[in-house]
């Protein structure tokens, strides 16, 4: 049965497996076969020809935040900082549920899991993903020279060692764009007035530290939303959990589906955030 992997990766020497996945169909090609089936009506496990359109629409603004996430983290030679596990763990669970057939192996929530614990391995950077066990792994690289007579190849075994940062070029890191210039692009996107951090989608729920806005819920009226048809100027709302804070001071907040720029706080949080100090 074909498997997936999880690897450690250091700053210097070879990735090391974490964990493994027994049938891949149940990683990678999950979100691969749910996005081709929802957004083109793929009802079969995708081929390339079918791959490459999917993957034609990553961050066009045709998918919504999570599933760019998850895509884009299927892309060959993909590292994941420590800094990024949770938001792309956040990404996984919800794709999990978005894609979740009681008939179909299913091991994005699991991976999501081992992502969270992964952030405690004191010597690793990040982690990287073999996403099938079935062809090459990408991140096997040949150990010296691999040159060898015609007549001589069919019986010729090279030697592979798992891929390092420090020696190999290729790889890339997941989010490597400059988030300055990510909240450049947004500052025309969505603005929340009024608005409150509170630790679930209940408006009853209690109210958060801005300091621990990570992992909770904004709510506020919505201003300038893409979807305006549904949410238009002063809808109030709440959002799905917050990710990221982009940069420190530029009132960026990242939800799992959306960049919001903050304006006012509510008057009722803003004094209980004073009575907090």
Known sequence: MSYAAMYGVPAEGPFVVLHRYKNAMGTAPRIWNYLGESYYGFVHSIGEPELAVVFDSLATGLYRSHEDVCLNLTADRCIVRKADFQRVSQALYLMHDFSYKPDQVNHLATIAGHLMLAEHFEDYIGVAFMWTSVGDDVWNTPVGEQSIAEEDREEFVPDFRLWDISRDKGHRFLFEADLTEQVKEATEGPTLQNWEIRYSQYYGSAFVKPDNIVGHILHGNVYNHPRKDELPDSTFVHTSTVVSVPCTGCGKVQTC?????????????????KEQA
């Open 257 to 273: 589906n959306t960049l919001y720029t903050l304006g006012e706080m509510s008057e009722g949080y803003a004094k209980w955030c």
